[in-house]
């Protein structure tokens, strides 16, 4: 009897090069509309208004962290590391689909479209989908996923401190924003990976790779993700969206531009039956927000109109970062004057003048901790390292660094 021939698709990735997939069941999950939807939302939401070229997408980030994947068991196995070829699959499609659970702008409107639900809640409960759908074969991927997997080092590959999940997206937004602070030396750390007692550690030759791996990822938050204008835009489409929701409590006719947003946004308990609507979720991307928004900007809700013209239009809202909290005093005086300029009352003006926090860890080993490995075969967390930038005490690595902000019309006198 011949055998089946060999599945070998090459993906060329700018960041990487080629991208091998070499398993049937991968190829597959890849052209399976829950992943593919992956194409329409935007890796890193709004930092296209900042960064014009941070135009990838959540499957351009997926492809990566399951092609880093693939090099990090590589190196174990060749260290006498055992992983068994259903343990490889399993991580790597675990990886995969780690961000399958993501809804349209990722994580700026994860807590407004379906409260109460965590991304990785949705992408575990996908995995459980496509389970059933294909007959058990990502059982063991479920379980590496969930942390229930007894090599705690795989699910470690997939979300810990080292995970390449981190490691992809902080090399792919760098690339692609052209912020070279970002750059990190994932190659050697890859390299440099071991597993002791079924957790995965750094070898000491890496520990100034990891250091500036931390430093790039907290650079990237300020420089990138917490930008003051990306905060702005990101506030601005929450702040949409929490108007529409007002005006649909208040019995005011609206849709959005497709039947799955508009679902979602009428049926509020959704959440708590989020399994029957699976479908429903994964037909939602970015396009579905953004022509809904555009589509608004005629609403003749003044508010809700101006709000998604400040977006389309990107004549965002201004942002200010603060040392300490706005007075409350002064802000209800800002607020008071927005409502006389714009004609509309105090309480619709906390909709253009508004106060937050953002904020960022470097690295908390009291959360998760990076093993260091010594030849002679001690561990250490890396802030326990003598000469190391990351120790107790350093401002680059403990404790949360937190800004206030305050946005407001660019008309405003604040």
């Not at 002791?196 to 250091?211: D, N, T």
């Not at 005006?247 to 959704?270: K, Y």
């Not at 107790?392 to 800004?403: M, Q």
Request: hydrophobic fraction near 40%; glycine fraction near 6%; proline fraction near 3%.
């Amino acid at each position: 009897m011949a055998t089946a021939p060999t599945v070998r698709k090459i993906i060329n990735d700018p960041v990487y090069g080629f991208i091998t997939i070499d398993h049937p069941l991968v190829l597959e999950l890849i052209s399976h509309p829950y992943y593919q939807r992956l194409r329409n939302i935007h890796q890193m939401a709004f930092a296209h208004l900042v960064y014009p070229g941070a135009m990838h997408s959540r499957l351009h980030h997926s492809l990566g962290a399951y092609h880093l994947m693939g090099i990090a068991l590589s190196e174990l196995k060749s260290k006498g590391v055992s992983i068994t070829a259903e343990e490889e699959l399993g991580a790597k499609l675990a990886i995969l689909l780690h961000d399958a659970g993501h809804g349209p702008f990722s994580h700026a409107l994860e807590k407004v479209l379906i409260p109460g639900l965590h991304h990785e809640t949705l992408s575990l409960l996908i995995m459980e989908h496509l389970n059933e759908h294909f007959k058990g074969q990502l059982s063991t991927a479920i379980a590496i996923f969930k942390g229930q997997y007894p090599k705690p080092f795989l699910h470690q590959l997939i979300s810990g401190q080292l995970d390449v999940d981190r490691m992809d997206y902080l090399n792919r937004d760098s690339f692609f924003t052209g912020v070279a602070e970002g750059v990190i030396g994932y190659d050697r750390i890859l390299k440099m990976l071991a597993v002791k007692e079924g957790q995965l550690m750094v070898e000491e030759k890496a520990i100034f790779s990891i250091e500036k791996f931390l430093i790039s990822r907290r650079l990237m938050y300020w420089q990138v993700y917490l930008h003051k204008t990306v905060v702005s835009a990101e506030m601005s489409v929450v702040l949409i969206f929490k108007r529409v929701l007002q005006l649909l409590q208040q019995g005011t006719v609206l849709s959005a531009a497709s039947s799955d947003l508009d679902f979602f946004l009428q049926d509020r308990e959704a959440g708590a039956t989020i399994k029957q609507h699976l479908d429903r979720f994964c037909r939602l991307d970015d396009h579905d927000v953004m022509t809904s928004i555009k589509n608004w900007c005629y609403h003749p809700d003044k508010v809700l109109s101006t709000l998604c013209r400040l977006v389309t239009e990107r004549k965002l809202l201004k942002i200010r970062f603060l040392k300490e909290p706005v007075d409350p005093d002064r802000l209800a005086i800002w607020r008071k004057e927005v409502a006389h300029r714009l004609n509309i009352s105090e309480e619709e003006a906390s909709f253009f003048v508004f106060t937050g926090k953002a904020s960022n860890t470097t690295y908390n080993p009291k959360d998760e901790r990076i093993h260091i490995l010594f030849k002679d075969g001690s561990v250490k967390d890396i802030s326990e390292v003598d000469n190391a930038l990351i120790h107790y005490g350093s401002s680059l690595a403990f404790g949360e660094i937190s800004k206030e902000y305050i946005c407001y019309p660019e008309e405003s006198k604040i």
